[in-house]
């Protein structure tokens, strides 16, 4: 397992519920916490690794210590929203691009959790952003559909960059085309319905 970058076509996919957790989902969560405390990250979309699933953790601290912090979100849904506040963002899919994001201040979650567990949370600034960002990958939206036009005009050339650079690693062979991806992931998704 390892963390896609854009514009791989996992990261433009809508994903569906989980309609089973069981141990295999358990140990893709693992894997998962592991990959974004090693890429320094909050918070980790499935999607993000290639899977279409709609699962998403966050660790605000990014500190593998604190498991306490630990937070596994599954077909989470976003029932309330409140104000709105701008404040720059960075995603694991976009290594070294930061740009203001605008976003609701406030939300209420609900999702379910490792043990499929209902929960409804309500928070703010940081857990707000994290989760709104994370759910976003869910739907196959990314921090860059979300910045203001302004943003996205100055960076499209680093954009470019990202396409570029993936284009060639396609070229070179040392990734499967877009439509070879799109095939597993539809597998994926086809094996998961089918639990
Ligand atoms: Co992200």
């Not at 960075?90 to 609701?104: I, Q």
């Not at 559909?145 to 943003?151: G, I, L, Q, V």
């Amino acid at each position: 397992m390892q963390i896609v970058q854009y514009p791989h076509p996992a990261l433009r996919w809508k994903s569906q519920p989980v309609v089973e957790i069981d141990a295999e989902l358990q140990a893709i969560v693992r894997t998962m916490f592991d990959l974004m405390y090693e890429h320094q990250g909050i918070g980790l979309a499935a999607n993000q690794v290639g899977l279409p699933y709609r699962v998403f953790i966050l660790n605000l601290t990014a500190d593998p210590e604190e498991k306490a912090e630990e937070h596994i979100f599954i077909n989470p849904e976003i029932i309330n929203r409140r104000g709105s506040q701008e404040h720059e963002e960075g995603c694991l899919s976009f290594p070294k691009l930061y740009s203001p994001v605008r976003r609701a201040e406030e939300i209420v979650v609900e999702a379910f959790d490792l043990e499929g567990r209902g929960f409804e949370l309500t928070v703010d600034d940081l857990a707000s952003r994290a989760i709104q960002h994370e759910i976003d990958h869910l739907d196959g939206v990314l921090f860059i559909d979300r910045m203001s036009d302004a943003a996205r005009r100055e960076l499209a050339p680093v954009i470019g960059d990202f396409e570029a650079q993936y284009r060639r690693q396609q070229q070179l062979g040392l990734m499967p085309s877009d439509e070879q991806l799109k095939d597993q992931l539809r597998q994926l998704e086809q094996n998961a319905a089918a639990r």
